[in-house]
Structures are given as C-alpha cells and as structure tokens.
C-alpha cells in the first residue's frame, strides 16, 4: 500500500461539477493499493500518515504530526500509484490490486481514520476526479508499506 501525502493549506476533490472533498489545512494522501496489501498494511499506513512529523513547530522545525496541528485529511484513491514505470514508455498496472480490493481497502483506510478521531474528507472511489491543492512548503513524501 502507498500513500504519496502532500502538507496542504488547502485541498478539494470536484466530480461532475461538485465538490465533494475538501479540507483547508493537513494533508491530501493520494492512496494506491497494491496486489496483496491487507488491513494490516492498511493500519500500518495510517499510522505512518497520522505520525508522520512534517508540520513546522514553533522554531520552524518539522517536528509535528496532522493531529498535533488540528489538520485533516482528504484521501483520494489513486491507483496510478502502484504502475510499475521501470521499463518502456507505458505504464503497468498489473501490480494494482483489483477494484473492488482496492475499494475495500480504501474504505477501510478511510473508516479507521475517522474512528481514529481524524477529520477525514474523500474523493470518490474509481470516478474521474479533479483534485485541487495549495502544497505547502511544498512538502510531499511517498510512504509504502
């Protein structure tokens, strides 16, 4: 599983002509799922995202996690995330889990987040979506599990 997540000022995700995500400060997590992930890599990678230090403290350090700063998330599925880009000039994504898998897991990500007490936004599983960001910093970092 693999979180590409972005420190954002803000974030929002447009289908059809209608936000249906959007959060003004935290992180976007772009989320990948791959062949083989479980609940467990799931967890794993939540816990990374929410104690990932990446927010500047008050001497400008990065030395504060999304739930230290009162930040949210809006989490949208990416499955580019697992192409394999090795080798010619087309992407694989034979690594990618299987839809409805990856749907299961993005779910999951998403409800344990929320149970977890995060403010947590979504895009919309699968659908042709527009995301927009302010990147702050810009600070992004892939994490994978």
Request: proline letters at 2%.
């Amino acid at each position: 599983m693999i979180a590409l997540i972005q420190r954002v000022s803000e974030a929002n995700v447009v289908v059809e002509g209608e936000v249906v995500g959007a959060i003004k400060g935290g992180l976007l997590v772009l989320l990948g799922v791959e062949q083989g992930d479980t609940e467990t890599h799931a967890d794993k990678l939540l816990h990374k995202v929410r104690g990932y230090r990446i927010f500047s403290d008050e001497a400008g350090k990065m030395n504060l996690n999304v739930e230290q700063t009162g930040g949210s998330l809006l989490v949208v599925s990416q499955f580019t995330l697992a192409a394999d880009t090795k080798k010619g000039m087309r992407p694989s994504f034979s690594g990618g889990a299987h839809p409805s898998e990856a749907e299961r897991l993005y779910d999951y990500f998403v409800e344990q987040a929320r149970a977890g007490g995060l403010n947590t936004e979504t895009g919309r599983f699968a659908a042709d979506m527009k995301v927009s960001l302010v990147n702050d910093g810009p600070v992004t970092f892939w994490l994978q599990v």
